[in-house]
């Protein structure tokens, strides 16, 4: 239905204007449908920013060269995200810079944008965060998360704004960093993982500064990528399926208890023989569709830091 009504309005471009015209409707079809509430929801839940950060990195191999991956980001048809993704790591260094935004007509009815750093120490190949900084805007609205660790990796010090409401949340556990790493640390450790095993097979808990939450990986097979207009990768990939499990600071009015119907699934591979393993595509089932997010660009930026 989506398709047929953007053809329609969109079938027929003749002037600049008409396409003004044509996003205004497409905006107000997004609200009376009710599209963009349900997106909304869908961008607050845990499970699609931790599989939207992961998509975009992975440093395994990356032998001292800063890379950039880019990657789009489908929903009910439509290109709805997209991410720009800077990594680098040599044998004792890792530095990350993740930058994400809403795309397309859904940037009409609100606009999202994100920026995720992390950055810390490689110990005999075990990752020891030093610093991870979150900010989102939504709107007017502006989220800002600050996590130091000190030498061991254990979080020193949690600057997030504005404080969430206890009443709104489920309640944190005390002391909820305590044997838990960040998100984008924790991806790098999950592909160097996957690269030596050659499986997926990972257990982790997590703290972002907001939410703490397990996370289960396990190989599922392997699927074979044709060569389309949606990817630049083709060929083989190791499909992961993850599972996530909340252990507090989740939204209650947003929070969804998990389907064990739906799958969550990420693709491993390399996009070139030179290049480190990274997630290629991933799939996403919720309670309005399936996310689906595709590598569309993948380079070398040599060996700087900037």
């Known amino acids: 239905m989506y398709r047929l009504y953007f053809k329609i309005i969109l079938g027929n471009v003749l002037t600049s204007t008409f396409w003004l015209t044509a996003f205004k409707r497409l905006a107000k079809f997004f609200r009376m449908t009710n599209v963009y509430l349900k997106f909304k929801l869908l961008l607050k839940c845990n499970r699609l920013i931790f599989l939207y950060t992961l998509l975009s990195i992975s440093v395994a191999n990356a032998d001292g060269k800063k890379y950039r991956a880019i990657h789009s980001y489908y929903f009910g ?78 979080i020193f010090s949690t600057k997030v704004s504005p404080l969430p409401d206890a009443a709104e949340i489920i309640p944190l556990p005390l002391n909820p960093g ?50 389309t207009r949606y990817n630049i990768f083709t060929g083989k990939a190791l499909a992961c399926e993850l599972k996530y499990i909340p252990l507090g600071g989740q939204r209650r009015r947003t929070f969804e208890p998990e389907n064990q119907n739906n799958l969550n699934i990420i693709y491993l591979a390399r996009p070139s023989p030179a290049a480190p393993i990274i997630p290629v595509s991933f799939s996403l089932d919720t309670s309005f569709g399936t996310l689906i997010g595709h590598l569309v660009t993948f380079e070398s930026l040599g060996r700087s830091l900037k």
């Open 77 to 154: 048809g439509f290109n709805v995200l997209g991410s720009v993704t800077d990594f680098y790591a040599n044998k004792s260094y890792y530095k990350i810079n993740t930058e994400s935004s809403t795309k397309g007509a859904l940037n009409l009815v609100f606009d999202w944008k994100g920026i995720v750093k992390s950055e810390g120490i490689i110990k005999k190949s075990r990752l020891v965060p030093r610093n991870f900084k979150s900010l989102g805007r939504w709107g007017k609205e502006i989220w800002i998360t600050d996590l130091t660790y000190n030498k061991d990796g254990q």
């Open 178 to 227: 305590i044997g838990a790493i960040d998100p984008l640390s924790f991806i790098l450790q999950f592909v160097i993982n996957a690269t030596v095993r050659a499986s997926c097979k990972e257990e982790v808990v997590i703290f972002d500064g907001r939410r703490r939450y397990k996370l289960k990986i396990k190989e599922i097979g392997v699927k074979n990528f044709p060569k």
